[in-house]
Each structure stands twice: as C-alpha cells, then as structure tokens.
C-alpha cells in the first residue's frame, strides 16, 4: 500500500476529512504517549496529557505551517501539553543540583553497566532516570531514544541550542551520577 | 565507542513503552466529538472584503468607461407602429448595448473573470455544505 506523507493527511484534514487524522494518532501514539510518560511518570496521567496534545493538534492544525516536520510540530505540543499537566500536579522547582561527578567516575559506572546484562540494565536505567527531574528525563528520552538533533529539542522545548546542548550534559552526568549511586552497593563495590 | 553511544545504545534496549489498546480509539473518538461541535469550515479564498473591493473597482471602471465615451446619434428615420415610436421606446436598450459594445475588451474579461470566480466559489461553498 503506497504510504503517504504527514503533510497529505494534513492537507486532507483541513479539507474537512477529520477521519484522515487516524493515522496520525496511529503514527504518533506510541511516541507521544512514551514522551509523556518520561515526563509524568504516571500512567493514567501520560495516556491523558497525550490524548489531550492529539486533540490540542488537531484544533490548530489550521496554524500548521512547515518551517518544522509536523513531527517536531507534535512533539512540542506533547511536551508543553506534558508540562503544564505536571505543574497542576506539583509545583516544580527548577532544581540547580550540583553534578559531582569525576571522569574516572563516569567510566567506572559506565564500565559496570556495560558488563550488567541486558535485563538488569534496564531495570537501573529506568531506576536511574526515575531519580531525575521530569524535564531531564525528557531531554534524554528526546536525545537518546528518539533520536532528535539538538535543533528538534530546541524547537521542541522552546528552549535555546546552546542551552539544549548544557541541559543534556548536565542530565546524562546526573543520570550516571544516579546510576553510579544505586550501582555503588551492589555492583562497582564488586569490581 | 564513545560514551553518547553507549548510552544511546542503552537507551534503545529501553522497553518501549506503549499506550493502552484504546488509546487511538479513544483519540479518535474525542476527534470526531471535536469535529461535531466544530466542524473545520471550508473559507473561501476571497472573502467578503475581496468580492467587495472588486465589485467596486469593476463598478467604477465601469462608470468612466461609459462617462467618456460620447453616445452615437441615431440617424435612422423615426418608425411607428399603431403610433408608437419604436426607436423611442428602444432607445435606452439600444444606448445600452451600444455602451457595452464600445467598453474595452480588457475590462469586459476583467469583470467577466470576477463573475466566474464569484459563480464558482459559490458553486464549491454548496457543494461542500451538501
């Protein structure tokens, strides 16, 4: 079956074919909802904030234009949408933790997630980030899992590249430095 | 390797995590609600203001057109029929297409264009109301 643009179904959709929206969500669901749940942490709260994004995106569908992919358009609306939700929740504090982490540090917990096997890696990275700020969890996920450039994330936070690119240094460090910590008993002691 | 690639490596052994089965379902049905209580509205290309501003612009080219051009004298004999002068009584019609006759070819395909463009956005505005 010919597969078709982002852009076409959009083109449809404002023509008054709301059912062309359907592979949109069917496209973006995993990804949105999992961008959600990295910044919520909750279920229930991620399924929401996604679908709530999804609608938001299709009401302002009209305001689309491509200077971004929709993509990184979506994605924006996802994270703001992701945002807004966790601070009716909780006020956030933007937090200013001190990374105190060496480079020797860094390479002896990266060395000791390396030899861990693939199961028991999972199970300390997610630990690992459920120890960060909602915000930085977002980062990486954005970075590392799905792949964006540090330009998307700019586009897609709002914020600066150069402030991008310090934010995920300073996470990935934060995420080791809370690795090497529940790591420390079990596993680097060990090696 | 470098170390962004190992915890990109890391990170893509991350299970992903996936929304529940009715997620798109529920989506698209908040869509459809959405689109009952406001149904995306077909806006035509030229709006009020636009038709508004041609149809003066037209109506003014119009005007001087038919203010500058001096009306041609009838030299015909006058005829009548049970006492009416026909060419009296026609006079106004005549004088009419004769006017029409001498309006430029540009400005007649002008105003012609913008009665087609008129005719058509009416036709597509009905067509998607149905």
């Given amino acids: 079956m010919e597969k078709k643009t982002d852009e076409y179904y959009i083109r449809e959709i404002l023509k008054g074919d709301s059912g062309s929206f359907s592979p949109l969500v069917e496209k973006y669901s995993h990804l949105a909802f999992s961008l959600s749940m990295k910044i919520l942490n909750q279920r229930e709260d991620a399924e929401e904030a996604a679908q709530d994004a999804f609608i938001k995106a299709y009401n302002s569908l009209s305001s689309f234009q491509n200077s971004s992919t929709f993509k990184t358009w979506f994605f924006r609306i996802v994270y703001n949408t992701s945002i807004s939700r966790l601070r009716t929740r909780k006020n956030i504090e933007v937090k200013i933790d001190d990374v105190k982490i060496s480079d020797a540090e860094i390479q002896a917990t990266e060395s000791a997630i390396g030899q861990l096997n693939i199961n028991e890696r999972q199970k300390y990275l997610q630990i690992g980030l459920d120890r960060l700020e909602p915000d930085e969890r977002a980062l990486l996920k954005m970075y590392y899992y799905d792949d964006f450039s540090m330009d998307e994330v700019s586009v897609i936070t709002g914020l600066t590249v150069s402030n991008v690119k310090v934010k995920i240094h300073r996470s990935r460090k934060k995420l080791l430095q809370e690795l090497r910590f529940v790591l420390r008993d079990e596993i680097i002691s060990i090696l | ?130």
Avoid at chain 2, 15 to 38: A, C, G, H, I
């Fill in chain 2, 1 to 130: 390797m470098s170390q962004k690639d190992l915890l990109k490596e890391w990170f893509k052994e991350l299970p992903s995590e996936q929304p529940s089965p009715d997620f798109q379902v529920k989506v698209m049905q908040r869509v459809m609600s959405e689109w009952t209580l406001n149904p995306i509205k077909y806006q035509p290309i030229i709006g009020k203001k636009g038709w508004w501003t041609m149809g003066l612009i037209a109506f003014l080219l119009t005007s001087i057109l038919f203010m500058l051009h001096s009306s041609l004298p009838s030299a015909a004999p006058a005829k009548t029929v049970y006492g009416l002068d026909l060419l009296q009584l026609f006079a106004p019609v005549s004088h009419l297409f004769e006017k029409l006759n001498s309006i430029s070819p540009a400005v007649a395909i002008g105003v012609l264009a913008i009665i087609a463009l008129w005719f058509f956005d009416q036709l597509f505005v009905r067509t998607i109301r149905r």
